[in-house]
């Protein structure tokens, strides 16, 4: 088996360079094409004119009303502690409750009866969050 070399004759060379150039400018002029409204001052009217905008209204006066003036402020996060102290028949008791801070919590055990009041902070979750559990 031969392997033989055909070699192209001017018409064919000729169509293969003009389906070339062809091809070369349908990719270089439509781009141009689709955006060059978008670098002339025609861009504004063209997006308008195609674009249904909604009707919206938006009224700020709410913010002004007395509802929103009258309403209740964010409560400040407590604090859960635990707590051993001694009752008023001096029996241990421990427990938890909830305070802004720690003087709050002791105001409020003391309050209630308790003497010799021992508080610790209850931490939710890993001291250090980042460390793995292995």
Known sequence: MAITFVPRDKKQTLFRSII???????????PFLIFSPLFTDQS???FIEKVNRPDIGIDFGIIDSDEVKNLETFLVPQIEFSYKALDKNNKQVT????????ND???????S??????????????????????
């Open 95 to 102: 427990g938890r409750i909830f305070a802004n801070d720690e």
């Open 20 to 30: 070339t150039i062809f091809l070369v400018l349908i990719l270089f002029i439509t």
């Open 44 to 46: 504004e009217n063209i």
């Open 105 to 111: 919590a002791k105001n409020n055990l003391s309050n």
């Open 113 to 134: 009866g308790f003497k010799n009041i021992n508080l610790e902070e209850v931490n939710i979750g890993k001291k250090e969050p980042f460390v793995p559990y292995y």
